[in-house]
């Protein structure tokens, strides 16, 4: 079934970015630092200025390093604390152990820090070993949102796990982004993907430009019409 209205997350990575999402209507930012690495924790002082810039929700990255390994865990833990007291209120994290399995105490270790706030475990999972089985692990480390392509190379390569993961009827929202196309949201949508992830879709200058208000309001209709 075709969910009746949708969710459109966008990347931010300055207050600017933020402000423009905000205006081209998106509903949430993944608030994050150095796309050149594929997303990491913003500053403490990025965090605030976002936080002031919108009263959209945001969700911050807690990333340490390119890979999807858990890194300086206790450097992690010791980021977590400082971006709650700076503000910040819901997260994106997500890691995976030597054999690809979901990192299951790593995770818990930062939902400890945590304390109940809503999190997204983020595309580790299109490189998990069995992503249809790790969604299902998820469910259990109580986040709330999986954010998936169904593939490391990308959605226009992971749209029969994507459907699959959609048809669950139990467990976190399904979040899809990575290399999405606007062409691929009405397949997805009727399978019953109803959240939508984009970054680079809406930064027609590249990650060195700001977000294009213009651009974040075509996948806003795109997504919710």
């Not at 998106?26 to 810039?53: F, H, I, N, Q, W």
């Not at 990575?178 to 397949?187: D, F, S």
Request: hydrophobic share 45%.
């Amino acid at each position: 079934m075709t969910p009746k209205t949708g969710l459109l997350e966008v990347i931010a990575l300055t207050a600017v970015d933020a402000e423009r999402a905000q205006e081209g209507g998106a509903d949430r930012l993944e608030l994050v630092s150095d796309m050149a690495s594929d997303g990491l924790t913003p500053s403490v002082e990025t965090v605030r200025d976002v936080l002031g810039a919108t009263d959209l929700p945001v969700r911050v990255m807690l990333r340490d390093n390119m890979s999807f390994a858990a890194g300086d865990l206790d450097g992690l833990r010791a980021d977590a604390v400082r971006l709650i007291d700076a503000g910040a209120r819901e997260f994106v994290f997500g890691f995976l152990d030597l054999e690809s399995e979901i990192d299951v105490e790593a995770c818990e270790t930062l939902v400890k820090e945590l304390d109940g706030l809503p999190w997204t475990f983020h595309r580790a999972i299109d490189r998990a070993r069995d992503p249809l089985r790790a969604y299902d692990q998820l469910t259990g480390l109580g986040c709330d949102t999986v954010l998936a392509a169904g593939h490391p190379h990308g959605v226009a390569h992971g749209l029969s796990v994507l459907q699959r993961l959609a048809r669950r009827e139990d467990g976190p929202r399904l979040l899809v982004g990575g290399g999405l196309r606007a062409q691929q949201v009405h397949l997805l949508r009727a399978g019953g993907v109803g959240a939508f992830h984009v970054g680079g879709a809406v930064r027609p200058g590249g990650w060195e430009s700001d977000v294009d208000v213009a651009a974040v309001r075509e996948w806003a209709a795109l997504v919710k019409e």
